[in-house]
Structure formats: C-alpha cells, structure tokens
C-alpha cells in the first residue's frame, strides 16, 4: 500500500506514534538507497530544503530539487501531469506548495504510484508539526511524546496551517492548546486539518487576547504575521496583530519553565522581540534541528520501517 504525508488528520494515532519514534531511532543508510526523492518546492524555504535532502542522504537516498521556475505547476504545465512525469522517475516526491488541492490532484492522477509528502501546503504543515512535538517532548518529558499530555501550549497571532497541524498533532497527545488571535485571523472550523474535528484528549480554547492565551502556559508559540503571499497587506497586518507581540512584558504571564517556539523565518520587531528569540527561553534552534529528524521519521514509515 502506497503511503501518503498529507496531513496530520489523515493519519491513524499508530502511524502519527511510528512516525514520532522512526524520527529519534536508530537509522543505517539502506532504507533510501539508490532511490530519489523528488524535492518539488513552489515556494522557498532554507529549513524545509535543508532538511528534506539531509534526511534523504542519511538514508542513503539522493534528492533532486525542482524550483516554481523549472516546473511551473498550472502555468507550464498541469499538476497532474507534472505528477504523471514525476512519478516514472521516483517514488517519492515532497512538494512544498501554494494550494493544498495540488496534492490531493498529484495524487489522483498517479494512481497510487508515488507516495507525497507536504512539505507545506495553504491548509496544513504536517512535518512542521511533527518536529514540534519532537521538540516539546524533548523538554517536557525525556523524548516521550506519550508523556506530554497536560501541558499548556499557547498559539499567538496570526493562527496559520502551522497552528492547524500542531494543534491537531497536540490535541491528539492530550496537550491543552490555547490561540490567541484577534477576530480575521482567529482559527475557524473546516479544511482538511481541522483541529475543531479532533475529539481531544486535550482541549481547545480560542482567545480574543494574547495575555488570556500565555497566562500559565507551558509553550509560547508564535509565527510570521506577514507571510508568503501576504506582502500587500503588511501594514495592515502589522497594525491588526500589534498586541499579540511575544515580548518579554508578555511571557512574564507564562510559566517560569516556559519555552518559547517559532517555525522560522522570524520578523524580529513584528511578532517577536530580539530579546525574547535570542533568550534562555526560545527553543527555536532545537526546532529546526527535529525538522530533519520529522524528515527522517516520515521517510521511514513511508518505506514501512516499524
């Protein structure tokens, strides 16, 4: 059976836990070898980029990039046939793209062929969300994902497809998440990661404040206001979200023990100070390090290591 990495909410509690113990296990490099990775990215990233080829070398594979330029998905050429193409090649693409139905089409049009991973999509950013969990656990509880539940995780600002999968991923492990957003950018219900879906253990809480999020948490987390795609609506943004700033002032109110996360590139200034990135308390190094460890994990349970 053809395995997909799509979305957090697609995947059984039994794979979401292979793919979290896959990622930190011990690796030899046969599980890839001499087989390619198909890197397709519509949109940069330095992380993803460096991470998803990392973890196909180490795995014994080799990864061939493919920039928006080179393949020009609807525009040169169909998804679908792009996928067509891309599937006689490889077995395995990673697609880092503008809008999420280009997989579910990529999908479809290859008939089970080829697994996919997202690697970022409009609606969801699973392997984000796995290296993540990876991290708190890491904090929280020696590694063990199954020890997080109970803790106190606090989303502020603008709640994106990062906040959608680490919520569902989160609220799967009993984790209780906190957004605090202000009305248009607050988490609505729908889409294919949906966290409103997820029937606990943890419990949701949307939050019109920022302070009404952070008091007491465990987990401060915050992301780009201004994201790809959003570049015209800057100064807007930047007015609308002003007080949803993770400052120092703000994490007074989160636990003494409280670490700070950001997905990455940070605006440092907009949704987080300098003092607070570059302080005792920001975790956001670690994190990029567990991207390849995601990396790793999903690429293991895709080829059927347990």
Known sequence: MTRHFMTIEQLSDADLMSIYTLATSPFDDETLKGQGVALIFERPSLRTRASSSTAVHELGGYATFFSDEEIGIDSRETAEDIGRTIAEMYTIAALRVRHHDVLERMRAATRERMSLINLLSDAAHPTEAVADVLKIAEEF?????????????????????????????????????????????????????????????????????????????????????????????????????????????????AKDRAIVMHCLPAHRGDEITNEVLDGEQSRVWGQVFHRRSAMIGVLRWIKGES
């Open 141 to 253: 509880s020696k590694g063990d994902v199954t020890g997080l539940a109970g803790l106190e995780v606090a989303y502020v600002g603008d709640a994106t497809n990062v906040t959608r999968s680490l919520a569902v991923a989160l609220l799967r492990l009993g984790v209780n998440v906190r957004v605090g957003s202000p009305s248009g950018y607050q988490l609505t219900p729908g889409g294919v990661e949906d966290p409103f879906e997820v029937e606990g253990p943890g419990s949701l809480r949307l939050c019109e404040r920022a302070d009404e999020a952070v008091r007491g948490a465990d987990v401060v987390y915050t992301d780009a206001w201004v994201s790809m795609g959003f570049e015209e609506e800057s100064a807007r943004r930047r007015h609308d979200l002003a007080s949803f700033q993770v400052n120092e002032e703000l994490m007074g109110l």
